[in-house]
């Protein structure tokens, strides 16, 4: 689920910011809430700030069919490089 969190979040960052090649994790936490069922996993992202040089979101993580009660909540930050 960590490696889901911060796949999606970096996702979300490129999407916003284009293709940064040193684009980092600078700091991810993950709060585990359940454990899911045996299915896929959904992760919904957020992004709360996007700077010239650090973008912070979250994600939350749910079960598919079960939208309702998320596993698990991650939040990150990630360092943009200079042009």
Do not use: W
């Amino acid at each position: 689920m960590f490696m889901l969190a911060d796949t999606a979040l970096f996702i979300a960052v490129l999407a916003s910011v284009g293709p940064k090649a040193l684009a980092v994790t600078t700091n991810m936490s993950i709060n585990f809430m359940r454990k899911p069922p045996p299915r896929d996993l959904i992760a919904l992202c957020r992004l709360f700030k996007v700077g010239a040089r650090l973008a912070v979101g979250e994600v939350s993580i749910f079960s598919d069919g079960d939208e309702d009660e998320p596993v698990a909540h991650a939040t990150g930050s990630y360092s943009i490089p200079p042009q």
